[in-house]
T-cell receptor
Framework: ETGVTQSPTHLIKTRGQQVTLRCSSQ?????VSWYQQALGQGPQFIFQ???????GRGNFPPRFSGLQFPNYSSELNVNALELDDSALYLC??????????????FGPGTRLTVL | GNSVTQMEGPVTLSEEAFLTINCTYT??????LFWYVQYPGEGLQLLLK?????DKGSNKGFEATYRKETTSFHLEKGSVQVSDSAVYFC??????????FGKGTRLHILP
Protein backbone atom coordinates (compact mmCIF):
# COMPACT_ATOMS: atom_id res chain seq x y z
CA GLU A 1 0.00 0.00 0.00
CA THR A 2 1.53 3.32 -1.09
CA GLY A 3 1.40 6.17 1.40
CA VAL A 4 0.80 9.84 0.70
CA THR A 5 3.46 11.36 -1.50
CA GLN A 6 4.15 15.01 -2.27
CA SER A 7 6.24 16.79 -4.86
CA PRO A 8 8.48 18.61 -5.02
CA THR A 9 10.30 18.20 -1.70
CA HIS A 10 11.69 21.72 -1.74
CA LEU A 11 10.92 24.79 -3.80
CA ILE A 12 12.28 28.33 -3.97
CA LYS A 13 10.21 31.09 -5.55
CA THR A 14 10.27 34.87 -5.59
CA ARG A 15 7.57 37.24 -4.45
CA GLY A 16 4.74 37.61 -6.95
CA GLN A 17 5.31 34.27 -8.63
CA GLN A 18 2.86 31.39 -8.76
CA VAL A 19 3.46 27.85 -7.48
CA THR A 20 1.81 24.45 -7.84
CA LEU A 21 2.32 21.71 -5.29
CA ARG A 22 1.24 18.12 -5.89
CA CYS A 23 -0.05 15.32 -3.74
CA SER A 24 -0.88 11.67 -4.38
CA SER A 25 -3.37 10.25 -1.92
CA GLN A 26 -3.08 6.94 -0.17
CA UNK A 27 -4.72 4.18 -2.19
CA UNK A 28 -8.51 4.12 -1.75
CA UNK A 29 -8.75 7.51 -0.04
CA UNK A 30 -11.24 9.95 -1.59
CA UNK A 31 -10.65 12.97 0.63
CA VAL A 32 -7.60 15.21 0.64
CA SER A 33 -6.79 18.15 2.89
CA TRP A 34 -4.03 20.73 2.64
CA TYR A 35 -2.27 22.43 5.54
CA GLN A 36 0.28 25.21 5.92
CA GLN A 37 2.84 24.75 8.69
CA ALA A 38 4.93 27.83 9.40
CA LEU A 39 8.21 27.36 11.25
CA GLY A 40 7.59 26.60 14.91
CA GLN A 41 3.83 26.42 14.45
CA GLY A 42 1.24 23.71 14.12
CA PRO A 43 -0.36 22.96 10.76
CA GLN A 44 -3.18 25.30 9.72
CA PHE A 45 -6.05 23.97 7.63
CA ILE A 46 -6.21 25.50 4.14
CA PHE A 47 -8.99 23.47 2.47
CA GLN A 48 -10.33 20.03 1.84
CA UNK A 49 -11.42 18.28 -1.36
CA UNK A 50 -13.89 15.43 -1.52
CA UNK A 51 -14.70 13.76 -4.82
CA UNK A 52 -13.16 16.61 -6.82
CA UNK A 53 -15.06 19.42 -5.07
CA UNK A 54 -13.94 21.80 -2.34
CA UNK A 55 -15.54 20.72 0.91
CA GLY A 56 -14.46 23.26 3.49
CA ARG A 57 -11.91 26.04 3.73
CA GLY A 58 -9.86 27.67 6.45
CA ASN A 59 -8.92 31.35 6.76
CA PHE A 60 -6.84 31.59 3.61
CA PRO A 61 -7.34 34.12 0.77
CA PRO A 62 -8.63 33.12 -2.67
CA ARG A 63 -5.12 33.16 -4.14
CA PHE A 64 -4.83 29.74 -2.46
CA SER A 65 -6.74 27.35 -4.70
CA GLY A 66 -6.81 23.66 -5.35
CA LEU A 67 -7.87 20.81 -7.55
CA GLN A 68 -8.64 17.18 -7.00
CA PHE A 69 -8.49 14.78 -9.93
CA PRO A 70 -10.56 11.65 -10.66
CA ASN A 71 -7.75 9.47 -9.28
CA TYR A 72 -8.01 11.57 -6.06
CA SER A 73 -4.58 13.14 -6.47
CA SER A 74 -4.55 16.84 -5.75
CA GLU A 75 -2.84 20.15 -6.43
CA LEU A 76 -2.43 23.26 -4.32
CA ASN A 77 -1.91 26.47 -6.28
CA VAL A 78 -0.76 29.71 -4.76
CA ASN A 79 -0.80 32.90 -6.82
CA ALA A 80 0.97 36.18 -6.16
CA LEU A 81 3.34 34.66 -3.62
CA GLU A 82 4.17 36.67 -0.52
CA LEU A 83 7.10 36.29 1.85
CA ASP A 84 4.75 34.99 4.57
CA ASP A 85 3.80 32.08 2.32
CA SER A 86 7.16 30.49 3.16
CA ALA A 87 6.21 27.32 5.04
CA LEU A 88 5.93 23.55 4.93
CA TYR A 89 2.82 22.55 3.00
CA LEU A 90 1.28 19.28 4.08
CA CYS A 91 -1.19 17.13 2.25
CA UNK A 92 -3.30 14.56 4.08
CA UNK A 93 -5.67 11.96 2.70
CA UNK A 94 -8.45 10.08 4.45
CA UNK A 95 -11.31 7.67 3.84
CA UNK A 96 -14.04 9.72 5.45
CA UNK A 97 -14.88 13.32 4.78
CA UNK A 98 -15.70 14.05 8.40
CA UNK A 99 -12.61 15.21 10.26
CA UNK A 100 -13.86 13.94 13.58
CA UNK A 101 -14.27 10.40 12.26
CA UNK A 102 -11.28 9.96 10.10
CA UNK A 103 -7.62 9.25 10.53
CA UNK A 104 -5.71 11.53 8.21
CA UNK A 105 -2.55 10.19 6.62
CA PHE A 106 0.00 12.91 6.02
CA GLY A 107 2.65 13.23 3.38
CA PRO A 108 6.17 14.44 4.25
CA GLY A 109 5.41 17.93 2.94
CA THR A 110 6.81 20.43 0.46
CA ARG A 111 9.09 23.13 1.89
CA LEU A 112 8.34 26.40 0.05
CA THR A 113 10.69 29.35 0.41
CA VAL A 114 9.63 32.72 -0.99
CA LEU A 115 12.41 35.26 -1.49
CA GLY B 1 -13.12 30.28 18.40
CA ASN B 2 -11.60 26.90 19.07
CA SER B 3 -7.99 26.72 20.16
CA VAL B 4 -5.36 24.33 21.51
CA THR B 5 -2.55 25.25 23.87
CA GLN B 6 0.30 22.87 24.56
CA MET B 7 3.46 23.19 26.59
CA GLU B 8 6.38 24.77 24.86
CA GLY B 9 9.45 22.74 24.15
CA PRO B 10 11.92 21.51 23.73
CA VAL B 11 11.47 18.88 26.40
CA THR B 12 14.63 16.89 27.12
CA LEU B 13 14.49 13.68 29.11
CA SER B 14 16.72 10.71 29.77
CA GLU B 15 15.73 7.30 28.47
CA GLU B 16 13.22 5.48 30.73
CA ALA B 17 12.00 8.75 32.28
CA PHE B 18 8.29 9.53 32.71
CA LEU B 19 6.85 11.87 30.13
CA THR B 20 4.00 14.36 30.37
CA ILE B 21 3.19 16.87 27.65
CA ASN B 22 0.37 19.18 28.69
CA CYS B 23 -2.45 20.13 26.35
CA THR B 24 -5.52 22.24 27.10
CA TYR B 25 -8.24 23.31 24.73
CA THR B 26 -11.01 25.83 24.24
CA UNK B 27 -14.08 24.74 22.32
CA UNK B 28 -17.85 24.79 22.51
CA UNK B 29 -19.56 21.48 22.97
CA UNK B 30 -17.64 18.24 22.94
CA UNK B 31 -14.75 18.24 20.47
CA UNK B 32 -12.80 15.17 19.44
CA LEU B 33 -9.19 15.28 20.66
CA PHE B 34 -6.05 13.93 19.03
CA TRP B 35 -2.32 13.59 19.47
CA TYR B 36 -0.21 13.50 16.33
CA VAL B 37 3.53 12.80 16.15
CA GLN B 38 6.03 14.01 13.56
CA TYR B 39 9.27 12.05 13.39
CA PRO B 40 12.27 13.71 11.70
CA GLY B 41 11.82 13.77 7.94
CA GLU B 42 8.38 12.17 8.04
CA GLY B 43 4.77 13.31 7.82
CA LEU B 44 2.48 13.62 10.82
CA GLN B 45 1.05 10.38 12.14
CA LEU B 46 -1.97 9.92 14.34
CA LEU B 47 -0.76 8.68 17.72
CA LEU B 48 -4.04 8.42 19.62
CA LYS B 49 -7.47 9.98 19.91
CA UNK B 50 -10.50 10.32 22.18
CA UNK B 51 -13.95 11.35 21.07
CA UNK B 52 -15.85 11.84 24.33
CA UNK B 53 -15.30 12.87 27.91
CA UNK B 54 -13.40 10.40 30.12
CA ASP B 55 -12.27 8.37 27.10
CA LYS B 56 -8.63 7.28 27.22
CA GLY B 57 -6.69 7.01 23.99
CA SER B 58 -3.60 4.82 23.97
CA ASN B 59 -0.97 3.62 21.51
CA LYS B 60 2.70 2.58 21.63
CA GLY B 61 2.79 3.04 25.41
CA PHE B 62 1.40 6.60 25.19
CA GLU B 63 -1.87 7.53 26.89
CA ALA B 64 -4.11 10.58 27.12
CA THR B 65 -7.42 11.00 28.91
CA TYR B 66 -10.14 13.41 27.74
CA ARG B 67 -10.88 15.57 30.79
CA LYS B 68 -13.92 17.75 30.21
CA GLU B 69 -13.80 19.35 33.65
CA THR B 70 -10.26 20.67 33.12
CA THR B 71 -10.50 20.91 29.29
CA SER B 72 -7.29 18.93 29.04
CA PHE B 73 -5.81 16.03 27.09
CA HIS B 74 -2.32 15.56 28.51
CA LEU B 75 -0.02 13.02 26.83
CA GLU B 76 1.84 10.59 29.10
CA LYS B 77 4.27 7.71 28.77
CA GLY B 78 5.74 5.77 31.63
CA SER B 79 9.18 5.05 30.16
CA VAL B 80 10.40 6.92 27.10
CA GLN B 81 12.88 5.62 24.55
CA VAL B 82 15.33 7.40 22.27
CA SER B 83 13.06 6.46 19.35
CA ASP B 84 10.29 8.64 20.88
CA SER B 85 12.26 11.77 19.96
CA ALA B 86 9.91 13.74 17.71
CA VAL B 87 7.53 16.69 17.64
CA TYR B 88 4.13 16.05 19.24
CA PHE B 89 0.99 17.95 18.27
CA CYS B 90 -2.24 18.13 20.21
CA UNK B 91 -5.31 18.79 18.06
CA UNK B 92 -9.07 19.06 18.23
CA UNK B 93 -12.01 18.83 15.85
CA UNK B 94 -14.99 20.90 16.91
CA UNK B 95 -18.54 21.41 15.70
CA UNK B 96 -17.33 23.03 12.47
CA UNK B 97 -15.50 19.76 11.66
CA UNK B 98 -12.19 21.58 11.14
CA UNK B 99 -9.04 20.34 12.81
CA UNK B 100 -7.08 22.81 14.96
CA PHE B 101 -3.50 21.96 15.91
CA GLY B 102 -1.40 23.23 18.77
CA LYS B 103 2.05 24.63 18.06
CA GLY B 104 3.80 21.36 18.80
CA THR B 105 6.24 20.22 21.48
CA ARG B 106 9.68 18.96 20.48
CA LEU B 107 10.84 16.01 22.59
CA HIS B 108 14.50 14.96 22.89
CA ILE B 109 15.33 11.69 24.61
CA LEU B 110 18.93 11.21 25.67
CA PRO B 111 20.41 7.69 25.83
Amino acid sequence: ETGVTQSPTHLIKTRGQQVTLRCSSQSGHNTVSWYQQALGQGPQFIFQYYREEENGRGNFPPRFSGLQFPNYSSELNVNALELDDSALYLCASSLFVTAAQNEQFFGPGTRLTVL
Amino acid sequence: GNSVTQMEGPVTLSEEAFLTINCTYTATGYPSLFWYVQYPGEGLQLLLKATKADDKGSNKGFEATYRKETTSFHLEKGSVQVSDSAVYFCALVGRDDKIIFGKGTRLHILP
